[in-house]
C-alpha cells in the first residue's frame, strides 16, 4: 500500500511543478504594470499602459471648458484619437450620420472667429474640429436624431480631450441659425452637411477646475 502510494505521488509530481508554474506565472503577470490596449491606431492597436490612462468617472468629472491655451500645436495623431472617440459614440438606429471637419491650420481658425459670435477662443487654439450631421444619413422615421447623435459625439471628443490632457471648449452652432448658415458659407458644405458645434481645443494655459453641479434636489427617486 505504501509503495502504490509512493509511485502514485511520484507519477503526480509533473503535474503537481507544472500546476505550480502556471499559477506563478500568472500571479506574475498580474502583479506587473499590465498593458492595455486602449487607442486604435490605423487598424492597429496602440498599447497604453494602464497607470496612464486616467479611469472614466475621473475624466467625465475633471471635464471642464477650456477656452486659453498655449502656442503648443495638437497633433494629427492627437486630433485622430479625438475623431475615433467621437465616432464612438452612440445613435439612434446606428446611422451614424456625422461628418466631420478637422483643422489644425491657425490662420483658418482665426479667420473662422469672424463668423463665430462666441468662438473668439479659437484665436487661440491650435485646432478644432467642426461636428456635423449629415442629413442624407439620417433616419427617416425620426430626421431631428442626427441633433442628439452629434451632440453625443461632441461629449465624446470633450472627455476624450481631457483624458489626453488637452483642453477644449464646445462652441454652440446648431440651432442658431445664423451661426449654422454662416458656417456653412464660409466653410462651402454641401446642402446635407449641417455643423452642430465647433470644438476648439489646445494645450491648457493654466489650470482651470471643473464646475460642482451636484444637486440631490434635481433628482426625483422613484424606489422600492
Ligand atoms: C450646446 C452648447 C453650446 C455652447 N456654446 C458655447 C459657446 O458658443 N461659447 C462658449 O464659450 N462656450 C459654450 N459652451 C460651453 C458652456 O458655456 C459650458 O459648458 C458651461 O458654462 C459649463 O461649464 P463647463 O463646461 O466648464 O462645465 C456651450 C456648451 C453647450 C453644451
Request: glycine content about 6%; overall charge negative; aromatic content about 8%.
Amino acid at each position: 500500500m505504501k509503495k502504490m502510494n509512493f509511485m502514485l505521488i511520484n507519477n503526480l509530481k509533473p503535474l503537481f511543478i507544472s500546476g505550480f508554474m502556471i499559477i506563478g506565472l500568472v500571479f506574475f503577470v498580474s502583479c506587473n504594470d499590465v498593458e492595455t490596449e486602449k487607442v486604435q491606431d490605423e487598424g492597429e492597436l496602440v498599447s497604453v499602459a494602464e497607470s496612464d490612462i486616467p479611469d472614466a468617472l475621473t475624466v467625465i468629472h475633471n471635464r471642464k471648458s477650456v477656452r486659453q491655451y498655449t502656442d503648443e500645436q495638437v497633433s494629427k495623431e492627437q486630433l485622430e484619437i479625438l475623431l475615433k472617440a467621437g465616432m464612438a459614440a452612440p445613435t439612434a438606429g446606428n446611422r451614424q450620420p456625422w461628418y466631420f471637419i478637422a483643422i489644425d491650420d491657425k490662420n483658418k481658425l482665426q479667420y473662422l472667429t469672424e463668423y463665430l459670435q462666441y468662438g473668439q477662443m479659437l484665436n487661440e487654439a491650435s485646432a478644432a474640429i467642426v461636428v456635423c450631421g449629415d442629413l442624407s444619413k439620417v433616419n427617416i422615421d425620426g430626421p431631428e436624431y442626427w441633433v442628439q447623435d452629434c451632440s453625443a459625439v461632441t461629449q465624446n471628443i470633450l472627455l476624450a480631450v481631457e483624458a489626453i490632457g488637452l483642453g477644449a471648449v464646445w462652441i454652440g452652432v446648431y440651432p442658431s441659425m445664423q451661426r449654422t448658415e454662416d458656417l456653412i458659407k464660409v466653410l462651402e458644405l454641401p446642402e446635407n452637411i449641417i455643423p452642430l458645434s465647433v470644438i476648439s481645443i489646445g494645450y491648457p494655459d493654466g489650470e482651470q477646475q471643473p464646475k460642482d453641479k451636484w444637486d440631490a434636489d434635481k433628482i426625483m427617486w422613484i424606489s422600492k
